[in-house]
């Protein structure tokens, strides 16, 4: 066989094995696309996305969007075909595994998570629109989960309000914790509580829980750095005027806080907040109403456009990053907080596009 011939075939073996090899061999990637995008004034799977009762609520037109991203499973193992072509396709974005399962999180963890973030989400989406129209929001401290074999399981139960520890009143879930960790394990501590059940016949009658018990544990040491803990993880529970009910199944994380917000603030006012146009948005709220950052900012910006998007709310710690590749026909809106946003969609209304926030590559 000429030589040539022979580095040829040589050459062509060894291409084919490459190949071969970057089709078998995971690589440690994952992908991120955009995902679906859904109406908060709207409906989801036939019914309405925000739901409203025993209060007065407004007509709305147009879109205010909450945006979301695709991402591969925990389990799923990319190769190298697939991470080239997501590398270099424009709507996707190949990030390291562990940026989305760090410390080796399962999806089931994973999903976990994201459902307990969205949940909470929801809650502070809640708050912090009640508050920007000035509406009264009730809070009280409350056991959120009982340990396993803790000192507190059999004793508390995840829904009793938390009204004092050793005698000192207790107005946030931090305060249990500074009140429990005065002490040294195996000492008691003491819990004066409403219990979950007297808690929601209260509330259902319309009064103040009135009945009180207290209770004695014994604390024990914890794993990490052996400080006294009762095995119990305190949480703020809201008691709000009229009831409010967020329908969306299947999405999770904590980034739709906005634009839920967004979408009770305009059902509880007069007037069209958006005034028919179509704007999509992303970012967390806390229960003041101030605007976080996500992640795959880039993959919303295009699911936004693709749904018919024109403007684009954007949490200001995010702007750098999404004004660097901006879908064509979108603009994007810098936001910091509940109260700025809505200024923006007022001033968006009277058509004084100038004055809008802007976001800058910069």
């Not at 906005?258 to 179509?278: E, H, I, N, R, Y």
């Amino acid at each position: 066989m000429p030589r040539r011939t022979a580095t040829m075939l040589a050459s062509t073996l060894i291409l084919i094995a490459l190949l071969c090899a970057g089709v078998f061999f995971p690589v440690p990637y994952s992908e991120m696309s955009p995902g679906p995008t859904v109406n908060t004034l709207g409906e989801a799977r036939g019914e309405p996305v925000l739901q409203i009762s025993d209060r007065k609520t407004y007509p709305t037109t147009g879109h205010l969007n909450m945006t979301t991203v695709r991402v591969t499973g925990a389990d799923y193992r990319m190769n190298l075909p697939e991470a080239v072509y997501g590398w270099i396709a424009h709507d996707s974005v190949v990030v390291p595994h562990e940026t989305l399962y760090p410390d080796g999180k399962t999806e089931e963890q994973s999903t976990q998570e994201n459902a307990e973030e969205f949940s909470q989400s929801q809650e502070s989406a809640k708050v912090a629109a009640l508050g920007q129209l000035g509406l009264p929001v009730a809070t009280q401290v409350v056991v959120g989960s009982v340990q396993k074999d803790g000192p507190a399981e059999g004793t508390l139960h995840a829904g009793d309000v938390i009204k004092e520890v050793d005698g000192q009143p207790v107005r946030q879930p931090q305060d249990v914790s500074k009140l429990v960790t005065k002490h040294r394990p195996k000492q008691d501590v003491e819990f004066t509580i409403v219990t979950a059940k007297d808690a929601a016949a209260a509330e259902k009658a319309g009064r103040e829980p009135v009945d009180t018990e207290r209770v004695v544990l014994t604390t024990t040491a914890s794993e990490e750095g052996g400080r006294a803990i009762v095995g119990i993880q305190a949480m703020v529970d809201h008691t709000f005027p009229f009831p409010i009910d967020i329908k969306l199944a299947d999405v999770g994380g904590p980034s739709a806080g906005l634009m839920f917000s967004l979408g009770l603030v305009d059902k509880l006012t007069p007037g069209d907040l958006t005034d028919g146009k179509f704007i999509a948005g992303t970012g967390t709220i806390d229960d003041q109403g101030k605007v976080g950052p996500i992640g795959g900012i880039t993959m919303k910006l295009v699911g936004a456009r693709n749904a018919g998007a024109r403007y684009f709310l954007t949490p200001a710690d995010n702007c750098a990053t999404a004004a660097a590749d901006i879908p064509d026909g979108l603009t994007l809106i810098k936001v910091e907080n509940l109260k700025s946003a809505v200024n923006s969609l007022e001033k968006l209304r009277a058509g004084e596009t100038s004055g809008l926030p802007s976001c800058s590559a910069g």
